[in-house]
Protein backbone atom coordinates (compact mmCIF):
# COMPACT_ATOMS: atom_id res chain seq x y z
CA UNK A 1 0.00 0.00 0.00
CA UNK A 2 2.70 2.40 0.70
CA UNK A 3 4.46 1.94 -2.68
CA UNK A 4 0.69 1.97 -4.04
CA UNK A 5 -0.45 5.07 -2.64
CA UNK A 6 3.16 7.15 -3.42
CA UNK A 7 2.79 6.26 -6.88
CA UNK A 8 -0.79 7.85 -6.76
CA UNK A 9 0.12 10.64 -5.44
CA UNK A 10 2.97 11.12 -7.41
CA UNK A 11 0.96 11.04 -11.14
CA UNK A 12 -2.04 12.50 -9.45
CA UNK A 13 -0.56 15.96 -10.80
CA UNK A 14 1.36 15.33 -13.98
CA UNK A 15 2.40 18.88 -14.74
CA UNK A 16 3.81 18.49 -10.86
CA UNK A 17 5.58 15.79 -11.34
CA UNK A 18 7.11 16.89 -14.83
CA UNK A 19 8.59 19.57 -12.68
CA UNK A 20 10.08 17.23 -9.77
CA UNK A 21 11.85 14.80 -12.80
CA UNK A 22 13.26 18.05 -14.82
CA UNK A 23 14.94 19.30 -11.55
CA UNK A 24 16.45 16.18 -10.51
CA UNK A 25 17.33 15.29 -14.53
CA UNK A 26 18.75 19.15 -14.51
CA UNK A 27 20.82 18.29 -11.43
CA UNK A 28 22.36 14.37 -12.66
CA UNK A 29 22.91 16.09 -16.15
CA UNK A 30 25.22 18.95 -14.53
CA UNK A 31 26.53 16.69 -12.07
CA UNK A 32 27.54 14.40 -14.51
CA UNK A 33 28.76 16.67 -17.11
CA UNK A 34 30.67 18.59 -14.71
CA UNK A 35 32.62 15.56 -12.64
CA UNK A 36 32.77 13.79 -15.81
CA UNK A 37 35.00 16.85 -17.21
CA UNK A 38 36.87 16.58 -13.76
CA UNK A 39 38.21 13.23 -14.19
CA UNK A 40 38.41 13.30 -18.26
CA UNK A 41 40.71 16.57 -17.17
CA UNK A 42 42.94 14.34 -14.26
CA UNK A 43 43.30 11.28 -16.48
CA UNK A 44 44.53 13.82 -18.98
CA UNK A 45 47.05 16.00 -16.60
CA UNK A 46 48.32 12.24 -15.15
CA UNK A 47 48.41 10.62 -18.38
CA UNK A 48 51.91 11.07 -19.27
CA UNK A 49 53.04 10.34 -15.63
CA UNK A 50 51.26 7.35 -15.76
CA UNK A 51 52.83 5.95 -18.62
CA UNK A 52 56.04 6.54 -18.21
CA UNK A 53 57.96 3.22 -16.93
CA UNK A 54 59.97 4.74 -13.47
CA UNK A 55 59.33 5.03 -9.98
CA UNK A 56 61.28 8.29 -9.65
CA UNK A 57 61.53 11.50 -11.79
CA UNK A 58 64.41 13.65 -10.98
CA UNK A 59 62.88 17.35 -12.41
CA UNK A 60 64.18 21.31 -12.19
CA UNK A 61 63.77 22.55 -8.29
CA UNK A 62 59.84 23.76 -8.18
CA UNK A 63 58.95 22.01 -11.40
CA UNK A 64 55.09 22.31 -11.60
CA UNK A 65 53.98 20.03 -13.80
CA UNK A 66 54.90 17.50 -16.97
CA UNK A 67 54.85 20.19 -19.45
CA UNK A 68 56.14 22.92 -17.16
CA UNK A 69 59.73 22.39 -16.04
CA UNK A 70 63.12 23.31 -16.52
CA UNK A 71 66.24 22.19 -17.84
CA UNK A 72 68.75 19.87 -16.36
CA UNK A 73 72.54 19.97 -17.15
CA UNK A 74 72.74 15.89 -17.70
CA UNK A 75 75.41 15.93 -14.96
CA UNK A 76 73.04 14.43 -12.99
CA UNK A 77 72.45 11.03 -15.25
CA UNK A 78 75.23 10.19 -14.26
CA UNK A 79 75.28 10.79 -10.56
CA UNK A 80 72.36 8.74 -10.51
CA UNK A 81 73.65 5.86 -12.02
CA UNK A 82 76.16 5.05 -9.26
CA UNK A 83 73.33 4.96 -6.95
CA UNK A 84 72.92 1.31 -5.66
CA UNK A 85 69.69 0.13 -6.68
CA UNK A 86 69.48 2.14 -9.95
CA UNK A 87 68.89 0.30 -13.17
CA UNK A 88 68.36 2.75 -15.86
CA UNK A 89 68.26 6.56 -16.35
CA UNK A 90 66.20 7.62 -19.49
CA UNK A 91 66.25 11.71 -20.31
CA UNK A 92 63.39 12.96 -21.62
CA UNK A 93 63.26 16.68 -23.00
CA UNK A 94 59.81 18.41 -22.93
CA UNK A 95 58.94 21.99 -23.99
CA UNK A 96 55.96 24.12 -25.52
CA UNK A 97 57.48 25.33 -28.72
CA UNK A 98 55.60 26.16 -32.43
CA UNK A 99 54.29 23.93 -35.17
CA UNK A 100 53.98 25.10 -38.44
CA UNK A 101 51.25 24.09 -40.44
CA UNK A 102 51.55 23.11 -44.24
CA UNK A 103 49.36 25.22 -45.89
CA UNK A 104 50.09 28.17 -43.56
CA UNK A 105 49.84 29.25 -40.05
CA UNK A 106 51.21 27.45 -36.65
CA UNK A 107 50.08 25.74 -33.63
CA UNK A 108 51.59 25.84 -29.85
CA UNK A 109 52.05 22.04 -28.97
CA UNK A 110 54.20 20.10 -26.59
CA UNK A 111 57.23 18.58 -28.11
CA UNK A 112 57.70 15.27 -26.26
CA UNK A 113 61.39 14.12 -27.04
CA UNK A 114 62.32 10.09 -26.06
CA UNK A 115 63.61 7.13 -27.27
CA UNK A 116 60.91 4.48 -26.98
CA UNK A 117 63.63 1.75 -27.38
CA UNK A 118 65.22 3.29 -23.93
CA UNK A 119 61.69 1.98 -22.41
CA UNK A 120 61.00 5.31 -20.70
CA UNK A 121 58.37 6.74 -22.36
CA UNK A 122 56.79 6.19 -25.50
CA UNK A 123 53.48 7.13 -27.52
CA UNK A 124 50.65 4.11 -26.88
CA UNK A 125 47.26 4.06 -28.40
CA UNK A 126 49.27 3.48 -31.75
CA UNK A 127 46.96 3.32 -34.66
CA UNK A 128 49.53 3.91 -37.34
CA UNK A 129 52.88 3.28 -37.43
CA UNK A 130 54.42 2.27 -34.69
CA UNK A 131 56.60 4.08 -31.78
CA UNK A 132 59.63 2.66 -33.28
CA UNK A 133 58.51 4.73 -36.29
CA UNK A 134 59.96 7.79 -34.31
CA UNK A 135 63.75 6.68 -35.24
CA UNK A 136 63.04 7.11 -38.88
CA UNK A 137 64.79 10.85 -39.94
CA UNK A 138 62.66 13.86 -39.46
CA UNK A 139 59.55 11.55 -37.35
CA UNK A 140 57.06 12.38 -35.17
CA UNK A 141 54.30 11.00 -33.67
CA UNK A 142 50.80 13.37 -33.09
CA UNK A 143 47.28 12.05 -31.93
CA UNK A 144 44.15 11.83 -34.39
CA UNK A 145 42.63 14.54 -31.80
CA UNK A 146 44.55 17.06 -32.88
CA UNK A 147 44.81 16.55 -36.97
CA UNK A 148 43.05 19.44 -37.92
CA UNK A 149 44.81 21.68 -35.29
CA UNK A 150 47.95 20.77 -36.72
CA UNK A 151 47.14 20.82 -40.73
CA UNK A 152 47.70 17.50 -41.56
CA UNK A 153 45.81 15.04 -42.60
CA UNK A 154 47.63 11.50 -42.92
CA UNK A 155 50.59 9.67 -42.12
CA UNK A 156 53.87 11.42 -44.36
CA UNK A 157 52.37 14.97 -44.23
CA UNK A 158 55.10 17.53 -43.92
CA UNK A 159 55.01 20.21 -41.26
CA UNK A 160 57.99 22.04 -39.49
CA UNK A 161 58.89 22.56 -35.94
CA UNK A 162 60.56 25.93 -35.65
CA UNK A 163 62.95 25.51 -38.20
CA UNK A 164 62.82 21.92 -38.63
CA UNK A 165 61.02 20.45 -41.91
CA UNK A 166 59.29 17.03 -39.93
CA UNK A 167 57.01 14.25 -41.03
CA UNK A 168 54.09 12.74 -39.41
CA UNK A 169 55.46 9.23 -39.30
CA UNK A 170 52.87 7.77 -36.43
CA UNK A 171 49.50 8.19 -35.43
CA UNK A 172 48.01 7.97 -31.84
CA UNK A 173 44.33 7.44 -30.45
CA UNK A 174 43.32 9.23 -26.90
CA UNK A 175 46.75 10.77 -25.84
CA UNK A 176 45.14 14.90 -24.79
CA UNK A 177 46.75 17.20 -23.43
CA UNK A 178 44.59 19.44 -20.77
CA UNK A 179 46.46 22.80 -21.97
CA UNK A 180 44.65 22.44 -25.86
CA UNK A 181 48.69 22.12 -26.73
CA UNK A 182 49.35 18.62 -28.72
CA UNK A 183 51.57 16.50 -27.82
CA UNK A 184 53.87 15.69 -30.08
CA UNK A 185 56.36 12.90 -30.13
CA UNK A 186 60.06 12.49 -31.79
CA UNK A 187 63.48 11.52 -30.98
CA UNK A 188 65.37 12.65 -28.17
CA UNK A 189 68.29 13.86 -30.08
CA UNK A 190 65.81 15.27 -32.48
CA UNK A 191 64.04 17.24 -30.28
CA UNK A 192 67.56 18.84 -28.74
CA UNK A 193 68.01 19.87 -31.87
CA UNK A 194 64.85 21.57 -32.45
CA UNK A 195 64.90 23.72 -29.20
CA UNK A 196 68.75 24.38 -29.42
CA UNK A 197 69.25 22.56 -26.29
CA UNK A 198 72.99 20.76 -25.64
CA UNK A 199 73.32 17.25 -25.94
CA UNK A 200 73.19 16.14 -22.64
CA UNK A 201 70.32 18.32 -21.43
CA UNK A 202 66.93 17.03 -20.43
CA UNK A 203 63.60 17.97 -18.98
CA UNK A 204 63.00 14.89 -16.70
CA UNK A 205 65.33 11.98 -15.76
CA UNK A 206 62.94 8.90 -15.34
CA UNK A 207 64.75 6.09 -12.96
CA UNK A 208 63.79 2.75 -12.90
CA UNK A 209 64.86 0.86 -9.73
CA UNK A 210 66.11 -3.14 -10.03
CA UNK A 211 63.03 -3.17 -6.89
CA UNK A 212 60.31 -0.64 -6.80
CA UNK A 213 59.81 -1.30 -2.88
CA UNK A 214 63.54 0.48 -2.75
CA UNK A 215 62.28 3.38 -3.85
CA UNK A 216 62.21 5.78 -0.83
CA UNK A 217 66.11 4.64 0.19
CA UNK A 218 66.98 4.97 -3.41
CA UNK A 219 65.60 8.44 -3.22
CA UNK A 220 66.92 9.45 -0.32
CA UNK A 221 70.26 8.52 -1.68
CA UNK A 222 69.55 10.33 -4.76
CA UNK A 223 68.71 13.62 -2.89
CA UNK A 224 71.76 13.23 -0.62
CA UNK A 225 74.07 13.05 -4.02
CA UNK A 226 72.11 15.86 -6.24
CA UNK A 227 71.53 20.02 -5.34
CA UNK A 228 68.84 21.99 -6.55
CA UNK A 229 66.63 19.39 -7.74
CA UNK A 230 63.33 17.85 -7.46
CA UNK A 231 63.59 13.94 -6.81
CA UNK A 232 59.98 12.81 -6.80
CA UNK A 233 58.30 9.55 -6.95
CA UNK A 234 55.76 8.92 -9.52
CA UNK A 235 52.84 9.16 -7.09
CA UNK A 236 54.67 12.70 -5.74
CA UNK A 237 55.05 13.97 -9.56
CA UNK A 238 51.44 13.28 -10.23
CA UNK A 239 49.57 14.71 -7.27
CA UNK A 240 52.11 17.72 -7.51
CA UNK A 241 50.87 18.27 -11.35
CA UNK A 242 47.19 17.91 -10.88
CA UNK A 243 47.19 20.56 -7.83
CA UNK A 244 49.31 22.55 -10.13
CA UNK A 245 46.19 22.27 -13.19
CA UNK A 246 43.22 21.29 -11.39
CA UNK A 247 43.26 23.88 -8.55
CA UNK A 248 46.36 26.51 -9.08
CA UNK A 249 44.63 27.60 -11.87
CA UNK A 250 41.09 27.43 -10.32
CA UNK A 251 39.88 24.69 -13.57
CA UNK A 252 39.25 21.70 -10.55
CA UNK A 253 37.11 24.67 -8.38
CA UNK A 254 35.08 25.42 -11.36
CA UNK A 255 34.40 22.31 -12.18
CA UNK A 256 33.20 21.46 -8.12
CA UNK A 257 31.14 24.16 -7.72
CA UNK A 258 29.59 23.56 -10.82
CA UNK A 259 28.39 20.01 -9.64
CA UNK A 260 27.65 21.32 -6.07
CA UNK A 261 25.69 23.98 -7.78
CA UNK A 262 23.73 21.49 -9.75
CA UNK A 263 22.61 19.45 -6.50
CA UNK A 264 21.66 22.41 -4.86
CA UNK A 265 19.31 23.68 -7.33
CA UNK A 266 17.40 20.18 -7.97
CA UNK A 267 17.56 19.70 -4.45
CA UNK A 268 15.66 23.11 -4.27
CA UNK A 269 13.36 22.02 -7.07
CA UNK A 270 12.14 18.71 -5.63
CA UNK A 271 11.24 19.94 -1.65
CA UNK A 272 9.66 22.58 -3.27
CA UNK A 273 7.58 20.16 -5.45
CA UNK A 274 7.23 17.18 -2.99
CA UNK A 275 6.37 19.90 -0.07
CA UNK A 276 3.53 21.38 -2.80
CA UNK A 277 2.20 17.51 -3.02
CA UNK A 278 2.07 16.96 0.48
CA UNK A 279 0.39 20.34 1.33
CA UNK A 280 -2.25 19.88 -1.59
CA UNK A 281 -2.81 16.03 0.25
CA UNK A 282 -2.93 16.97 3.97
CA UNK A 283 -6.92 16.17 3.71
CA UNK A 284 -6.08 12.90 2.70
CA UNK A 285 -3.31 12.20 5.29
CA UNK A 286 -5.71 13.21 8.00
CA UNK A 287 -8.12 10.78 7.14
CA UNK A 288 -5.33 8.33 7.35
CA UNK A 289 -4.35 9.50 10.43
CA UNK A 290 -8.16 9.26 11.88
CA UNK A 291 -8.62 5.81 10.79
CA UNK A 292 -5.05 4.74 12.76
CA UNK A 293 -2.20 5.02 10.30
CA UNK A 294 0.94 5.53 12.23
CA UNK A 295 2.96 9.04 11.73
CA UNK A 296 5.69 6.57 10.73
CA UNK A 297 3.63 5.04 7.59
CA UNK A 298 2.79 8.15 6.03
CA UNK A 299 6.57 9.61 6.35
CA UNK A 300 7.52 6.06 4.25
CA UNK A 301 4.54 7.37 1.78
CA UNK A 302 6.43 10.17 1.28
CA UNK A 303 9.98 8.70 1.33
CA UNK A 304 8.58 6.49 -1.32
CA UNK A 305 7.73 9.16 -3.64
CA UNK A 306 11.11 10.61 -3.27
CA UNK A 307 12.48 7.01 -4.21
CA UNK A 308 10.43 6.85 -6.94
CA UNK A 309 11.16 10.68 -8.58
CA UNK A 310 14.45 9.45 -8.01
CA UNK A 311 14.95 6.97 -9.70
CA UNK A 312 12.63 8.09 -12.89
CA UNK A 313 15.21 11.12 -12.70
CA UNK A 314 17.89 9.19 -12.66
CA UNK A 315 17.14 7.34 -15.44
CA UNK A 316 16.28 10.24 -17.40
CA UNK A 317 19.38 12.30 -16.83
CA UNK A 318 21.60 9.34 -17.38
CA UNK A 319 20.60 8.78 -20.33
CA UNK A 320 20.86 12.46 -21.89
CA UNK A 321 24.38 12.75 -19.53
CA UNK A 322 25.73 9.16 -21.49
CA UNK A 323 24.86 10.84 -25.09
CA UNK A 324 26.12 13.77 -24.01
CA UNK A 325 29.83 11.58 -22.93
CA UNK A 326 29.66 9.77 -26.47
CA UNK A 327 29.53 12.71 -28.40
CA UNK A 328 32.21 14.34 -26.14
CA UNK A 329 34.96 11.14 -26.68
CA UNK A 330 36.24 12.23 -29.84
CA UNK A 331 37.12 15.80 -28.52
CA UNK A 332 39.80 17.71 -26.76
CA UNK A 333 38.01 17.93 -23.75
CA UNK A 334 36.10 14.29 -23.49
CA UNK A 335 33.62 13.90 -20.36
CA UNK A 336 34.85 10.53 -18.44
CA UNK A 337 31.38 8.32 -17.09
CA UNK A 338 33.08 5.72 -14.51
CA UNK A 339 30.90 3.24 -12.85
CA UNK A 340 32.19 4.60 -9.71
CA UNK A 341 30.81 8.12 -11.04
CA UNK A 342 27.51 6.63 -12.03
CA UNK A 343 27.43 4.83 -8.78
CA UNK A 344 27.99 7.96 -6.67
CA UNK A 345 25.57 9.59 -8.87
CA UNK A 346 22.55 7.26 -8.05
CA UNK A 347 23.03 7.47 -4.69
CA UNK A 348 23.77 11.20 -4.52
CA UNK A 349 20.18 11.39 -6.65
CA UNK A 350 18.76 9.41 -3.80
CA UNK A 351 20.56 11.41 -1.03
CA UNK A 352 18.86 14.13 -3.15
CA UNK A 353 15.64 13.16 -2.94
CA UNK A 354 15.53 12.15 0.66
CA UNK A 355 16.92 15.52 2.03
CA UNK A 356 13.95 16.78 -0.18
CA UNK A 357 11.49 14.73 1.69
CA UNK A 358 12.71 16.17 5.22
CA UNK A 359 10.28 19.49 4.69
CA UNK A 360 7.12 17.88 3.95
CA UNK A 361 7.75 15.36 6.30
CA UNK A 362 8.21 18.23 8.96
CA UNK A 363 4.69 19.52 7.97
CA UNK A 364 2.78 15.80 8.53
CA UNK A 365 4.32 16.05 11.72
CA UNK A 366 2.20 18.82 12.55
CA UNK A 367 -0.74 17.36 11.03
CA UNK A 368 -3.96 17.23 13.38
CA UNK A 369 -6.11 14.34 12.48
CA UNK A 370 -9.19 16.22 13.68
CA UNK A 371 -9.00 18.61 10.44
CA UNK A 372 -10.31 15.72 8.11
CA UNK A 373 -13.79 16.45 10.01
CA UNK A 374 -13.29 20.02 10.15
CA UNK A 375 -15.23 22.33 7.04
Known amino acids: MVLTLAFRNLVHDRVRLAVTLVGILFAIVLVAVQLGLYQGARKMIIAMIDNAQGEIWITSFGAKSFEEAGLLSGRERHAVLSVPGVKTVTPLTVAFTEWRKPAGGSALIVLVGTNPADGGLQPWNVVQGTPASLAEPNAVAVDKTYMDNLGVRQISDIAQVEQTRVKVAALTDGIRSFTMAPYV ?41 LANVDVLTQAEFRERSLDHWLFGTGAGVALIGGAILGVLVGTVIVAQTLYSSTKDHLREFATLRALGSSAGYIHRVILMQAALSAILGYVLGMSIAMIVVHFSEQTALPILMTPELAIGLFVLTFAMCAISAVSAIVKVTKLDPAMVFAR
Open 185 to 225: FTSLNRARAMLGLEPNQATFFLVKLDDPATTEAVRTEIKSR
